[in-house]
């Protein structure tokens, strides 16, 4: 559950980063629509709230609203560092 | 004017930052180490048995009393921990004597006790990881009162610095994702903007909840006006706060009862919460017609002030039991708040991310620190404020950190039988950060960089091998046993050397051109931002 | 040490240190005298009105301090601190305690 809650979070994170236009250049992709946004946005909020769920199913809903904000803080760190020390293919964009 | 704004604001971040940086460093830092208290109390207590006997709280508790019975017959308090769980891992004890006739407070006595056979346990002398977390809120070697008010003033500059921040990053959601590793300056601003953004609920709980310890003493205008200005009528407000829960026990009547016997009421407890959940029986007026038995249970909620039943001493029926209790708002919110702090209440995964949110609050501190400098070198290099501070950081980002590495070696180096012993694993932190401190005075800056990192690599990565040659709780023993609590903290040491000599091995390859590094020209936060 | 920008002056060393002691002192009066004012407003037991005080008392605080170092005049800022304080302190000596 715990790691489940690590999976939706992180997937949440992705979603609204690419949704931002930097990161899709970084990864050689097009411009985002504004309906694309809107979609991966929503996603991405769905997603953070099915981790409180996950959260909350294994710590009860106090201790799991506290464990969600760490869920979401360790998986943002993580979908940080996996953006900025990818092997790419293109030098990256000053 | 939103531009003058910000512009104020980031001077007033900016400024706030740099000069109590050094000293929120070392709050923070204690504070994230002395998280993990009770797991470097049980490593820094080598004597302790490899693997705790299993035994019922009921039978703990039991020999507890009975030591105090024997130790202190007249006393206004026993207190009796039994072991179960992370926070509470042995059986501990404390007693306080009565009062003087003048007035003065009783003997204290505290200790642990051999779960088995109830006699007391000789572990070396030391402060272990609850002396970390004392210096935490209190410093060290300065007066109680003097360190609570210096860390309070901090923890107000810290709220600010946290909001200020916040204003003055424009692009808060834009940058959300984003680092840059790479030369100049950016990714400073990057990493340093990225470890206050990812984990801000956390900072500002933890900032604004900090005050909240000590907010009666800082506050007490407030309460003063309210009640009166006499320390009496100060008491009155602590007392109404208590009125809902009575922790107000009565003094003692003077007549001699005998104790009720504790197992039919440790039964009533464990038939309400469930075996092994006793976390303490605080005992007032022992021997005493007025005796009364509190009993609290362990933390498993957020708020402090969660289960406690309070028994008569003599008769051991029921007299509260917080249920009829409701209390009023504003003070379970503080409770709560007290209690997120503590976080005492997590469990092993949530206590690994709450260690991560500390850590990353220091390393957000440190990365501040140095990127003032960096922003400035071109500019201000050569002077002497410039040269101040780029030691000043340098001594406390790694200094610090081989300060506690070196608190743990005087742990396993100094003689068990040493006189205050404890007192001198103190000195050894602030005699290596002291040290540290002259390096960083004496050394050209580049070298000196690279020379700490490699020092602290040193200083963490070796605690292991260290450990291994003065005890046999080495990695070895503690792997093989499944004591993974007492593990951690080898593990964890060495994962630190491992960082540090990765930096030190990176800077070294930077300075020998290895690897390009142009200095960016200084620049202000709008320009960054742009 | 100097508040620099592109758009205004800098600062000076006397500047600071009034903004400082308006942030630290005169903020801390300002927190003193909006709780007070707070726990006497609020329509609830003495303790739990004090209780909301003491916990709003460091937001109080924390606004003063912005407010010590927001972009203006030194006579407007040292009014912007003290006159909310002497007001807040003014009503809630009026409304006598709890």
Redesign the interface.
């Known amino acids: 559950m715990i790691v489940l809650a690590f999976f939706l979070s992180f997937a949440a994170w992705t979603a609204m980063a690419f949704a931002m236009n930097r990161h899709r250049r970084d990864m050689g992709w097009v411009r985002v629509t504004p309906a694309q946004r809107t979609v991966l946005r929503t996603a991405g909020g769905c997603l953070l709230a099915a981790s409180l769920w996950a959260c909350a199913g294994h710590w009860g809903w106090s201790v799991g609203t506290v464990a969600w904000f760490g869920v979401m803080t360790i998986s943002a760190l993580a979908l940080v560092l996996a953006l900025a020390f990818r092997p790419r293919a293109r030098p990256l964009p000053d | 004017?939103k531009?003058?704004?910000r512009?104020?604001?980031s001077?007033?971040h900016t400024?706030g930052g740099l000069l109590l940086g050094w000293v929120l460093f070392f709050v923070f830092l204690t504070g994230t180490v002395g998280y993990v208290e009770a797991e470097l109390d049980r490593w820094m207590r080598p004597e302790k048995p490899l693997v705790a006997a299993e035994v019922a709280q009921a039978d703990a508790l039991a020999l507890g009393v009975a030591y105090l019975e024997r130790t202190m017959p007249q006393a206004k308090r026993w207190l009796v921990g039994p072991p179960g769980g992370r926070e509470q891992p042995e059986l501990r004890y404390f007693a306080e004597a009565p009062a003087k006739p003048d007035g003065a407070r009783g003997k204290r006595i505290n200790g642990y006790l051999d779960r088995q056979t109830g006699e007391k346990a000789e572990y070396r002398d030391t402060g272990g990881g609850r002396l970390l977390y004392r210096m935490h809120y209190q410093l060290h070697y300065l007066p109680r009162i003097a360190g609570e008010w210096i860390v309070g003033f901090c923890t107000?500059v810290m709220?600010?610095a946290l909001?200020?921040g916040v204003i003055i990053h424009a692009r808060i959601f834009?940058d959300?994702?984003?680092?840059?590793?790479?030369a100049g300056h950016r990714n400073w601003l990057d990493a340093h903007n990225?470890l206050g953004v990812?984990?801000l609920?956390?900072h500002l709980m933890i900032t604004?909840s900090g005050?909240?310890f000590l907010?009666?003493v800082y506050?007490a205008?407030?309460?003063a006006?309210?009640?009166g200005w006499s320390k009496k009528e100060g008491r009155v407000?602590v007392e109404?706060?208590f009125?809902g829960g009575a922790d107000t026990v009565p003094g003692p009547a003077g007549v001699a009862a005998p104790l009720t016997p504790l197992a039919p009421l440790l039964a009533e407890v464990q038939h309400r919460w469930g075996p092994e959940s006793i976390r303490f029986v605080d005992i007032r007026n022992p021997g005493d017609a007025n005796a009364v038995i509190i009993v609290r249970n362990a933390r498993?909620?957020?708020s402090r002030d969660e289960g406690r039943l309070v028994f008569n001493g003599v008769t051991g029926g029921l007299i509260d039991d917080g249920g009829a209790r409701a209390n009023?708002?504003?003070?379970v919110?503080?409770a709560t708040l007290l209690g997120?702090h503590e976080g005492l209440?997590?469990?092993p995964?949530?206590r690994w991310?709450?260690f991560?949110?500390g850590l990353?609050g220091t390393a957000m501190i440190g990365s501040g620190l140095i990127l003032w400098t960096k922003k400035r070198r071109a500019r201000l290099e050569g002077r002497f404020g410039f040269a101040l501070v780029e030691r000043l950081n340098l001594a406390t980002v790694c200094g610090l950190p081989v300060g506690t590495a070196a608190y743990l070696w005087a742990n396993r180096l100094l003689p068990v039988d040493l006189g205050s012993r404890a007192a001198w694993e103190a000195d050894a932190l602030f005699l290596a950060w002291a040290a540290m401190a002259v390096h960083a005075g004496l050394r050209p800056a580049a070298r000196a960089w690279v020379e700490q990192c490699g020092i602290a690599a040193a200083a963490f990565g070796l605690i292991p091998l260290v450990n291994a040659l003065t005890t046999d709780r080495h990695l070895g023993a503690s792997l093989a046993a499944g004591q993974w609590d007492l593990a951690a903290v080898d593990l964890t040491c060495l994962v630190f050397g491992l960082g540090f000599l990765a930096v030190a091995w990176r800077i070294h390859r930077r300075d020998r051109g290895a690897v390009a590094d142009r200095e960016m020209p200084s620049t202000?936060i709008q320009e960054a931002a742009e | 040490m100097s508040v620099t920008s592109r758009t205004q002056a800098a600062a000076s060393p006397l500047e600071i240190i009034q903004r400082t002691v308006a942030a630290a002192v005169g903020g801390y009066g300002f927190a003193w005298a909006a709780s007070v004012l707070l726990a006497r407003i609020l329509p609830l037991t003495r303790y739990e009105a004090t209780q909301w005080a003491v916990l709003a008392s460091f937001l109080f605080y924390l606004l003063a301090i912005l407010w010590a170092f927001r972009v203006r005049p030194l006579t407007r800022m040292w009014g912007d601190i003290l006159a909310p304080a002497a007001a807040c302190a003014a009503l809630a000596w009026w409304a006598g305690p709890t």
């Open positions: 004017m531009e003058g704004f512009q104020s604001m001077w007033l400024w107000m709220f600010a909001v200020t834009k959300f994702f984003t680092f840059r590793p790479g990225l990812l984990s609920p956390f604004y005050l909240m907010c009666y506050m205008p407030v309460i006006a309210e009640y407000f109404e706060m009125l498993h909620m957020p009023p708002a504003p003070q919110l503080s997120l209440f997590a469990g995964v949530l991310l709450y991560l949110a990353m202000t």
